[in-house]
């Protein structure tokens, strides 16, 4: 396999010969410019992974040309660099400029590299995406080609195609899981958080009789729910210590980043709205559409009454675990408030029966 390239842009000679030095051991091919129009340039002469440019520049600003990087070459994965930290440009970056990460000048070499390395990551699965889908179009055009063959036939070429759903499910469970190790690095106080979540509520949704293929939905939408975790710089994540507003308000965008980035991806469930409402509440007190009841999908109801449990299960780097007994009295206290009745009804019930078995949960 092809090294990955990776473009970098920058004004400023010394920074450009800084990432030159900090990369140079990397396992991926790096080119620098001083000049954005010679970036635009080369990027017609080769496939590049990643592309990440300072805003303030002379003859473009890095949004101008991140946003013509993203006209012509859509799966580049494009990351700004900047000395500003103001929280409203950050969100304009990432939200209306499609920026996949903003790293803050000076930068920490390690996260600086471990964000370059999740931005390749990023584009190998735009593309692999784009893989699947030709692939899945591909098998279409051959089912309709066998309605029209004999009986044999069709059962001999149906056989085959079940083999090949079979590689293509395979193929989609290593992705998801392959994105859930991606949040689960940066956040290790975390790790194996949402596998927990999905345990969780899978359980529940198997009490509630919902059929095998939403549970497995479900299940998958939970191995990811916060997926939208890796806009969130890693310090913020793991630091201990109480919230800024500007931090917390910083993390209360993960659902809608998360949504952006599964919408386009063509999935047998809807995830990507599952992750969006995760952190919705029945009496709209959620973030951040503020839906009530039943405008919040019954998955979505499921994965937050999970997520709450298992979080007051665990311990985090800003407080010790409050234990299974009170996360079952914060969903028993607030049923009908907060959270979906039928849902707390049978996630209380799991536990009153003891048919779940939380390996691994502290608490």
């Known amino acids: 396999m092809a090294r990955p390239t990776v473009f970098f842009v920058d004004d400023e000679e010394n920074i450009l010969k800084s990432i030159t030095r900090l990369t140079r051991d990397e396992p991926y091919d790096v080119f620098t410019f001083d000049d954005p129009r010679e970036a635009l340039a080369e990027l017609d002469k080769r496939e590049v992974a990643v592309v990440v440019a300072d805003q303030l520049m002379p003859v473009m600003t890095g949004t101008e040309l991140l946003e013509k990087v993203r006209n012509k070459w859509p799966n580049t994965t494009r990351m700004v660099l900047s000395g500003y930290t103001n929280l409203n440009t950050m969100l304009s970056f990432i939200n209306q400029g499609k920026i996949f990460h903003f790293i803050v000048k000076p930068w920490d070499n390690d996260e600086f590299k471990m964000a370059i390395n999740e931005a390749i990551n990023h584009h190998n699965l735009l593309v692999e995406n784009i893989k699947l889908t030709e692939l899945t179009r591909k098998q279409n055009l051959e089912l309709i080609e066998l309605n029209k063959s004999l009986k044999k036939k069709v059962e001999r070429r149906t056989k085959k195609i079940k083999v090949r759903e079979s590689q293509l499910k395979e193929a989609l469970e290593a992705i998801i899981q392959a994105v859930a190790s991606t949040v689960e690095m940066r956040d290790p106080y975390t790790a194996g958080h949402q596998d927990r979540v999905a345990e969780l509520a899978c359980a529940i949704a198997d009490r509630m009789e919902l059929s095998a293929d939403r549970q497995e939905g479900i299940r ?47 999935l047998p469930w809807p995830i990507a709205d599952i992750v969006y409402q995760h952190h919705e509440r029945i009496n709209g007190k959620g973030y951040p559409l503020g839906l009530t009841g039943d405008e919040i999908l019954l998955e979505a109801r499921i994965l937050a009454v999970a997520d709450v449990v298992e979080a007051m299960s665990s311990h985090r780097p800003y407080r010790p675990a409050p234990g299974i007994e009170l996360a079952l009295e914060e969903i028993s206290e607030n049923k009908g408030i907060l959270y979906e009745p039928a849902v707390v009804e049978a996630c209380l019930h799991l536990f009153a029966e003891g048919k779940i078995t939380l390996q691994g949960w502290t608490g």
């Open 220 to 266: 998958l939408a939970c191995v990811i729910h916060d997926l939208g975790k890796i806009y969130v710089p890693a310090e913020i994540l793991t630091r201990p210590g109480k919230l800024t507003d500007i931090e917390r308000e910083l993390i209360h965008v993960h659902p809608r980043v998360g949504y952006d980035i599964l919408k386009n991806i063509s």
